[in-house]
């Protein structure tokens, strides 16, 4: 199967947000804890500019398999260069090597974007992702112990790094 990846465009919010929502009840990916709604979810998309901080689709065969997007680290100027990568995959399409592919074609993005630096933040048991962002070559650059709480449970952050 192709995979392709192109710009999201407000109709696919609702595929977006739906896709996002099937991580929150494994609390592996999002410190969300109740299902998020497409309206609630209209300004942080309006945020995304596909020309510094895009948010791409993850196409297979026709059909929307997940999103890859960049977002501002911190906000201030001086960390212009720097952006924070978050992946979902939709459940179905988990197991395909999709984040392998979104990590690689984010990397071919990065020097249109004047990017070269990325951080990710993956929770400390979310070992599938911790895995993939180290195999390519992100390394731990903080550990935040217990800082969320999830089902009575105390959660660790992680924040890995790359510099492209």
Same mark, same amino acid.
């Given at each position: 199967?192709?995979?392709?990846?192109?710009? &999201? $465009?407000?109709?696919?919010? !609702?595929?977006? /947000? *739906?896709?996002?929502?099937?991580?929150?009840?494994?609390?592996? &990916? $999002?410190?969300?804890?109740? !299902?998020?709604? /497409? *309206?609630?979810?209209?300004?942080?998309?309006a945020a995304y500019d596909p020309h510094t901080r895009p948010l791409w689709k993850i196409m297979v065969a026709g059909q929307l398999a997940g999103w890859v997007g960049l977002e501002d680290f911190y906000g201030r100027p001086a960390y212009q260069h720097t952006a924070e990568i978050s992946i979902y995959i939709d459940t179905h399409f988990h197991h395909q090597g999709l984040g392998q592919q979104a990590l690689d074609f984010v990397a071919t993005q990065l020097p249109r974007l004047d990017i070269n630096t990325l951080v990710a933040f993956i929770f400390a048991h979310n070992t599938p992702s911790l895995g993939l962002f180290n195999k390519n070559g992100f390394s731990r650059w903080a550990h935040l112990p217990d800082v969320a709480l999830m089902d009575d449970q105390l959660r660790s952050l992680d924040i890995l790094g790359r510099r492209y």
């Amino acid at each position: 199967m192709t995979t392709t990846f192109a710009e &999201a $465009t407000s109709q696919d919010l !609702p595929a977006i /947000v *739906a896709i996002y929502n099937q991580a929150i009840p494994g609390r592996l &990916a $999002t410190a969300d804890l109740q !299902p998020v709604s /497409v *309206a609630s979810k209209q300004a942080w998309f309006a945020a995304y500019d596909p020309h510094t901080r895009p948010l791409w689709k993850i196409m297979v065969a026709g059909q929307l398999a997940g999103w890859v997007g960049l977002e501002d680290f911190y906000g201030r100027p001086a960390y212009q260069h720097t952006a924070e990568i978050s992946i979902y995959i939709d459940t179905h399409f988990h197991h395909q090597g999709l984040g392998q592919q979104a990590l690689d074609f984010v990397a071919t993005q990065l020097p249109r974007l004047d990017i070269n630096t990325l951080v990710a933040f993956i929770f400390a048991h979310n070992t599938p992702s911790l895995g993939l962002f180290n195999k390519n070559g992100f390394s731990r650059w903080a550990h935040l112990p217990d800082v969320a709480l999830m089902d009575d449970q105390l959660r660790s952050l992680d924040i890995l790094g790359r510099r492209y």
